[in-house]
Nanobody
Framework: QVQLVESGGGLVQAGGSLRLSCAAS????????MAWFRQAPGKERELVAV????????YYGGSVKGRFTISRDNAKNTVYLQMNSLKPEDTAVYYC?????????????????WGQGTQVTVSS
C-alpha cells in the first residue's frame, strides 16, 4: 500500500496559480487511480480531479473545470494538481488520495489511502 505526502500549498492572491504535488511511496504507484479532494471549513469533502493509472483518463469537478489540471509522473511516483485562475472559494485543505484499482472513481469512500492534506488559501 502506498503512503502519500502532499506539498505546494500556501497563500496566493485571487487570479494566481499554485501547483500541488503528491509524492507516493511504494513500488505499485502506477497501478493506482489517484485523485485530489478538498474540504473547506464547514463543508463536505469534494472531488477536485481524478486521474487513471496511466494518465489517459481524467475527470474534474464542475467548479474547477478549465482552471485546474491533474497529471501524474509514474517514474517519479508523483501526482500533480496545477491550479490556475484561483478564486477565494478555492480556499480549502487539499488532500491527495489513492485507489488500488485501474478505473476512475468519484467518491471519497472509493479511495482507501489519503495524505495529510495541504492548506490552500486564496485572498481576494
Amino acid at each position: 500500500q502506498v503512503q502519500l505526502v502532499e506539498s505546494g500549498g500556501g497563500l496566493v492572491q485571487a487570479g494566481g496559480s499554485l501547483r500541488l504535488s503528491c509524492a507516493a511511496s511504494g513500488r505499485t504507484f502506477s497501478s493506482y487511480t489517484m485523485a485530489w479532494f478538498r474540504q473547506a471549513p464547514g463543508k463536505e469533502r469534494e472531488l477536485v480531479a481524478v486521474i487513471n493509472w496511466n494518465g489517459g483518463s481524467t475527470y474534474y469537478g464542475g467548479s474547477v473545470k478549465g482552471r485546474f489540471t491533474i497529471s501524474r509522473d509514474n517514474a517519479k511516483n508523483t501526482v500533480y494538481l496545477q491550479m490556475n485562475s484561483l478564486k477565494p472559494e478555492d480556499t480549502a485543505v487539499y488532500y491527495c488520495a489513492a485507489r488500488s484499482y485501474y478505473g476512475l472513481a468519484y467518491g471519497a469512500a472509493d479511495f482507501g489511502v489519503w495524505g495529510q492534506g495541504t492548506q490552500v488559501t486564496v485572498s481576494s
